[in-house]
């Protein structure tokens, strides 16, 4: 393969995760669902660590019900990205990846509120995921694994 197909699938597949965050972070179910397979798995179990329990989720619209009604929808939240390692197959049509995501999430109506401790949850994450580009040549998540490095904050905005 070529050194610009190479660098445009490697962008295409960065882009994958970067659509996830951006459609999360404004509660924009359409764009957070087209970034996944339809027979996507995130696995959300290494949160047990800030006491929530979660199963893997698979599908592309169960991932999207789950996300939404706990974060899209319920918090504002920012998520950024940064450190993206990938690595393409030889077709260049799927790869692996893994970044770091600091991802600040606030309870809807004290995003300005600095006073309140309860209200607020800041989490630093390792994600490791898998994409492939699908026959409408979107790139797509298959598989997202999720795992808090640290957070700092009330782990109680997400009523679990």
């Avoid at 950024?80 to 893994?98: G, H, K, M, R």
């Avoid at 606030?106 to 995921?129: P, T």
């Amino acid at each position: 393969m070529g050194c610009t197909t190479r660098i445009n699938a490697r962008q295409e597949a960065i882009h994958a995760l970067v659509r996830y965050a951006d459609g999360l972070d404004r509660g924009d179910a359409a764009q957070f669902e087209s970034c996944f397979a339809e027979d996507a798995t995130m696995d959300l179990s290494p949160f047990s660590v800030l006491g929530m329990t979660y199963e893997p989720i698979h599908g592309r619209a169960a991932i999207t019900a789950e996300c939404m009604k706990t974060v899209g929808k319920t918090l504002e939240t920012t998520h950024s990205l940064t450190n993206f390692l990938v690595t393409l197959n030889e077709q260049c049509d799927s790869a692996s990846i893994t970044c770091l995501s600091e991802a600040q999430h606030v309870k809807k109506g004290y995003e300005f509120d600095v006073e309140s401790q309860d209200s607020a949850l800041i989490v630093k994450c390792r994600y490791e995921a898998t994409v492939a580009q699908e026959g409408d040549s979107v790139w797509r998540i298959k598989s997202f694994k999720l795992t808090p490095l640290w957070s700092r904050g009330s782990k109680s905005i997400f009523g679990k």
